[in-house]
């Protein structure tokens, strides 16, 4: 794992938009894993701007979400299809066709779910995928116990992201109960994944899944098994980071060719 503690998030998301934007210019066909939530919205106003003012351009690449709430249609304001038009795909030149994003409303959720995972592995699997966490240790929606061997399928939202995502909606009772979700291993099989943490209630959650044991109880902590997987921090979220000071040494003192 690398951690990478940032002053601020604005550092921390020039610093992941760069790496993404390096991928989409180096690679012919990339196919991006993308989160939805408050973290990823300072990434996506940059790609925005790349593409607007240094010709970024999306034509050849696939997105696979990860995750959308069960029971919500794409136009519904809280919906995550709804966001991601919002935040990224109406502001860019990615195809509708090579968008995928879970159907909240598919009537046969297990065989839309594998579906979803066929057509991941069909496009050539995730290149990179972006992850934010939950105060509670999830990535995607897989929240705390999930299998570490999980693939797509639908899960339950803990009562505290309800609570946490609340602010989406007309107040807590709106919150959907269920969400599909990708799987750990889903996430896992990605060739690299890039996880961003910002502010001072995602301490913990860092803090745990970087510097903990391996556990199902914190999803994220699974990203320890992965090659290629990059934290990017800001100061308040690696406030629980005991290496802290290690990482910051290390990342300062990089050679240029491993340089973001
Ligand atoms: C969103 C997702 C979630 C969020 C997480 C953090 O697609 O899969 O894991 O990344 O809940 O949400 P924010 O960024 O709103 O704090």
């Known amino acids: 794992m690398e951690i990478i503690v940032q002053p601020d998030s604005q550092a921390a998301s020039r610093i992941a938009s760069r790496i993404i934007s390096r991928l989409i210019r180096e690679k012919t066909r990339p196919v991006l894993g993308l989160a939805t939530g408050n973290t990823p919205l300072q990434v996506y106003k940059e790609l925005v701007r790349m593409h607007r003012e240094e010709g970024l351009s999306f034509a050849g690449v696939t997105t696979f ?5 069960v029971g919500l249609s794409p136009d519904h304001p809280s919906s995550f299809h709804a966001f991601m038009a919002r935040n990224l795909f109406h502001h860019i030149d990615v195809p509708r066709e090579s968008i995928h994003i879970p ?93 961003l943490a910002f502010g001072k209630k995602k301490a913990r959650a860092v803090a745990a899944a970087c510097e903990g044991p391996v556990t199902a109880m914190v999803p994220a902590s699974a990203l320890q098994m992965h090659p290629r997987a990059v934290v990017i921090v800001d100061g308040e979220a690696s406030s629980g980071l005991e290496r802290a000071d290690y990482y910051q040494w290390v990342y300062a003192h990089k050679p240029d060719w491993q340089k973001y």
């Open 65 to 69: 979400n990860l995750d959308e709430y």
């Open 103 to 195: 159907d909240g409303q598919a009537k046969d959720i297990p065989g839309f779910c594998r579906r979803y995972e066929e057509d991941i592995r069909s496009s050539g699997g995730i290149d990179l995928q972006v992850l934010g966490i939950g105060t509670d240790g999830h990535i995607g929606f897989n929240e705390p116990s999930s299998s570490l061997a999980s693939r797509t399928r639908i899960k339950t939202l803990t009562a505290q992201t309800r609570r946490d995502n609340a602010s989406s909606f007309d107040g807590e009772e709106h919150v959907p109960y269920h969400c599909i979700t990708m799987g750990v291993g889903t996430i896992l099989d990605s060739r690299m994944c890039l996880l």
